[in-house]
């Protein structure tokens, strides 16, 4: 069966048994977690989409911290002295798909 589920505004493709880095979700490492918010689903046969979608799909948090690749914005104007370095690094959750009922 595959799913298509909103995770923290970012949409997703899973089946059971799928990991995925979804952006950070509160939790623990071994916590399980429902995503009621399912878009689509297809078991094979039948395609359901919108408001009749009646699936949750259930996860296990793998690893609850897990950082990306540092991006660094750097603005400068010439000959003003004027120079700025921001950077961030973005915090991801580690998931498996355990489920789809």
């Known amino acids: 069966m ?21 952006p950070h979700i509160g939790g623990q490492a071994g916590d399980s977690v429902e995503f009621t918010d399912v878009l689509m689903t297809d078991n094979g046969t039948t395609i359901s ?4 979608v009646k699936a949750v799909v259930k ?3 793998v690893n609850d911290l897990i950082k990306g690749d540092k991006v660094i914005a750097f603005k ?10 921001h ?3 973005t915090q991801y959750t ?7 009922a």
């Open 49 to 52: 989409s919108g408001s009749g």
């Open 76 to 85: 400068m104007k010439r000959r003003k002295g004027f120079r700025k370095k």
């Open 94 to 100: 580690q998931i498996k798909v355990t489920a789809i």
């Open 2 to 22: 595959l799913a298509v589920v909103k995770i923290a505004g970012q949409q997703f493709k899973v089946k059971a048994g799928d990991s995925l880095y979804v």
């Open 87 to 89: 950077g961030h690094r």
């Open 59 to 61: 996860a296990e948090i």
